[in-house]
Antibody
Framework: EVQLVESGGGLVQPGGSLRLSCVASGFTFSSYWIHWVRQAPGKGLVWVSRVNNDETFTSHADSVKGRFTISRDNAKNTVYLQMNSLRVEDTAVYYC?????????????????WGQGTMVSVSS | DIQMTQSPSTLSASVGDRVTITCRASQSIRNYLAWYQQKPGKAPKLLIYEASSLESGVPSSFSGSGSGTEFTLTISSLQPDDFATYYCQQYNSYSLTFGGGTKVEIK
């Protein structure tokens, strides 16, 4: 079964740090770009970060640039999101998602596999 | 960033109704548009990619159309399992963006 499983969420104070993990199974992990998408409580979906298949390319939304870092370890089938200097507005469910290979444009495609999400709460 | 505007934000409909949701982009995104369905407490599910291609396993009652800046998602006959929130997403620009969502409620 193709699957992404996130972990690492929790409650953290403003200014604190968390590292999210996403473990993939059921597909050739090293062939796919992986993204993080977040959803604040009761709100819509927001793209956060992307990493290419061999970690030679990453990019982040302006709202998290300089604070969040995406990385991956293909030997462990795992993607990470290091989140530093967390703010109250970073509170959200964070989804790890697989970019499907349909458009032929790497980094620009729909998301065909989603994890169950991990909740990050930033509050004093 | 490309802004994606969905309408309506909420839609009340009955089982068997034909339902249409619109998504407009602030600039041309060619046909690089996806539609997702999300149920409460669950992750989104891909329904349509490249504006009109049906994802494997998705009922044929779902269809998508459009190109450029205007797109539609149509459910030809609403089923009980279809009551959910629907999001569009553009992937023409590296700063990926989603619409605000359309909640399809039971009338």
């Amino acid at each position: 079964e193709v699957q992404l499983v996130e972990s690492g969420g929790g409650l953290v104070q403003p200014g604190g740090s968390l590292r999210l993990s996403c473990v993939a199974s059921g597909f050739t992990f090293s062939s796919y770009w992986i993204h993080w998408v977040r959803q604040a409580p009761g709100k819509g979906l927001v793209w956060v970060s992307r990493v290419n298949n061999d970690e030679t390319f990453t990019s982040h939304a302006d709202s998290v640039k300089g604070r969040f870092t995406i990385s991956r370890d293909n030997a462990k089938n795992t993607v990470y999101l290091q989140m530093n200097s967390l703010r109250v507005e970073d509170t959200a469910v964070y989804y790890c998602v697989r970019e499907c290979d349909r458009s032929g444009n790497y980094g620009l495609d729909a998301f065909d596999v989603w994890g169950q999400g991990t909740m990050v709460s930033v509050s004093s | 960033d490309i802004q994606m505007t969905q309408s309506p934000s909420t839609l009340s409909a009955s089982v068997g109704d034909r339902v249409t949701i619109t998504c407009r982009a602030s600039q041309s995104i060619r046909n690089y548009l996806a539609w997702y369905q999300q149920k409460p407490g669950k992750a989104p599910k891909l329904l349509i990619y490249e504006a009109s291609s049906l994802e494997s396993g998705v009922p044929s009652s779902f269809s998508g159309s459009g190109s450029g800046t205007e797109f539609t998602l149509t459910i030809s006959s609403l089923q009980p399992d279809d009551f959910a929130t629907y999001y569009c997403q553009q992937y023409n620009s590296y700063s990926l963006t989603f619409g605000g969502g359309t909640k399809v409620e039971i009338k």
